[in-house]
C-alpha cells in the first residue's frame, strides 16, 4: 500500500535553532517528492522538489535530502525564525498498473513552533 | 500577486443547500485540483481536471461535482452539504500531471461551514 508517514507530529524549537523532519514513504515506483509549507489558514506553497536522481536540494533555510534506497527524505530548517512555523507536509507521487495507479500522496504534516 | 485565486475565503451554508466555490488561475495551467483539508489533516484529492478531461478519484461523494468552463475557472459543486462536508477546500494547479515533477500551486483555499 502507498503510504506516506512522517516525523514528528509535531515539535516546537527556540528561534535560531536547527531542526530536522522526516518522511518516510512507499510508493513504488517513486516518481517525486516535494515539500510543502502550509501556513494557518493559507495553501500550501512548494518548497522543494526531488525526483530520483536527486539528493538534495535547498531553498534558502530548508534544505531537503532524499535516499531513494531506503525511501527516506528529510527537510532542515538552519536558523529557524517565528515565520517558519507552519505545517511542513511531504508529497510523494509514484505507483504503476500493479500498485494501484499514479498516485499523489500527502503525509499528514509536521506542526512546527518555532519560540522566541 | 495570487496566481490561484479563490473565493470566498469563507463560506457559510445550510445543511441540504447547494453552493459552489470558485478558483481562477493567471498561470494558465493544464491542471486543476480541488482539495478536501480538514482540521490537522492532509489534504485530499477530490478531481482534477488536465484540460478539459475530467478525473474523478474513487472515493469521492457524488455529492461533489466539478466544472471547468475555460482553462482559467474551476468550480466546486456541493450539491447537498452535509456536517461532514465543513472543511478547507483547496484549489492548485499544476503545469503538467504529478509525474511530471512539476509543483502545484495552491490558492489560499476556501473555508466552508455548514449551520
Known amino acids: 500500500k502507498n503510504q506516506v508517514e512522517q516525523s514528528p507530529q509535531s515539535l516546537i524549537i527556540l528561534e535560531g535553532k536547527n531542526c530536522t523532519l522526516q518522511?518516510?514513504?512507499?510508493?513504488?515506483?517513486?516518481?517525486?517528492l516535494r515539500w510543502y509549507k502550509q501556513d494557518t489558514g493559507r495553501g500550501p506553497v512548494s518548497l522543494t522538489i526531488?525526483?530520483?536522481?536527486?539528493n538534495t536540494k535547498s531553498n534558502g533555510r530548508y534544505t531537503a535530502t532524499l535516499d531513494a534506497d531506503t525511501k527516506q527524505s528529510s527537510l532542515h530548517i538552519t536558523a529557524s525564525q517565528l515565520s517558519d512555523s507552519a505545517s511542513y507536509i511531504c508529497v510523494v507521487s509514484g505507483g504503476g498498473v500493479y500498485t494501484g495507479g499514479f498516485k499523489t500522496i500527502f503525509g499528514a504534516g509536521t506542526r512546527l513552533f518555532v519560540k522566541a | 500577486d495570487a496566481m490561484v485565486i479563490q473565493n470566498p475565503r469563507y463560506q457559510v451554508t445550510q445543511f441540504g443547500k447547494p453552493v459552489t466555490l470558485s478558483c481562477s488561475q493567471t498561470l494558465n495551467h493544464n491542471v486543476m485540483y480541488w482539495y478536501q483539508q480538514k482540521s490537522s489533516q492532509a489534504p485530499k484529492l477530490l478531481f482534477h481536471y488536465y484540460d478539459k478531461d475530467f478525473n474523478n478519484e474513487a472515493d469521492t461523494p457524488d455529492n461533489f461535482q466539478s466544472r471547468r468552463p475555460n482553462t482559467s475557472f474551476c468550480f466546486l459543486d456541493i450539491r447537498s452539504p452535509g456536517l461532514g462536508d465543513a472543511a478547507m477546500y483547496l484549489c492548485?494547479?499544476?503545469?503538467?500531471?504529478?509525474?511530471?515533477?512539476?509543483?502545484?500551486?495552491f490558492g489560499d483555499g476556501t473555508r466552508l461551514s455548514i449551520l
Open positions: 526531488m525526483t530520483f536522481s536527486e
Open positions: 518522511c518516510n514513504y512507499t510508493v513504488s515506483p517513486f516518481s517525486n
Open positions: 492548485a494547479t499544476s503545469r503538467d500531471p504529478p509525474a511530471g515533477g512539476q509543483p502545484q500551486h
